[in-house]
């Protein structure tokens, strides 16, 4: 028999560049989630800098305001014992990816790029952001030092995980809006 677990799922009003107003939304989220016996808390794409930034997302300061909420959300009590799922930019190899970091007790377990990115109707995720092209491959992100010192973490997994010998894990945000999306 299978084990069940309660997955938190959430819509947040966040706000273009208000790190402070969506880091406050995200822990109340992260509260409540727990709260009603949640083990995994996914929240929407971008939470953390807000989906709207437009060309905000080419600024160094988005990137790095991005990163303090990051670390702020793994220093917070709130986030201890149940699996947080952000949305986020990341900086790879001077690339920008739209990613989820997923962690858990201060540990942060896998930094997962978008593969699919809208490009169609009023969606231009293209202009701010690759595609992450390696399919079932992972790479070392090499993490800031405040974050290094923060998880004493050096180089998460970032891209593909594989759970165990016939498990993995599959995250993608916002697929069925890719044009030729199946679903």
Not at 81 to 95: A, K, Q
Not at 128 to 155: C, G, I, N
Request: aromatic content about 8%.
């Amino acid at each position: 028999m299978g084990r069940k677990v309660t997955v938190a799922t959430c819509a947040l009003n966040q706000w273009a560049l208000d790190f402070e107003g969506n880091f406050q939304r995200i822990l109340k989220s992260i509260q409540i989630a727990k709260g009603k016996g949640a083990r995994y808390r996914l929240g929407p794409e971008l939470e953390i800098c807000g989906y709207g930034c437009w060309d905000h997302y080419h600024e160094s300061d988005t990137l790095l305001h991005s990163l303090q909420v990051l670390a702020a959300l793994l220093d917070a009590p709130a986030t201890q014992d149940i699996i947080c799922d952000v949305g986020m930019p990341i900086m790879h190899r001077n690339v920008r990816y739209n990613c989820r970091v997923i962690f858990l007790n201060r540990k942060i377990l896998l930094i997962r790029p978008k593969m699919a990115l809208a490009n169609e109707g009023n969606y231009r995720e293209l202009r701010w952001f690759t595609p992450w092209a390696r399919s079932r491959q992972t790479e070392e992100y090499v993490l800031p030092r405040m974050l290094q010192d923060l998880t004493k973490q050096v180089r998460p997994p970032q891209g593909f995980l594989r759970v165990g010998h016939r498990r993995s894990s599959g995250v993608e945000s916002a697929h069925s809006w890719v044009g030729g999306s199946t679903e």
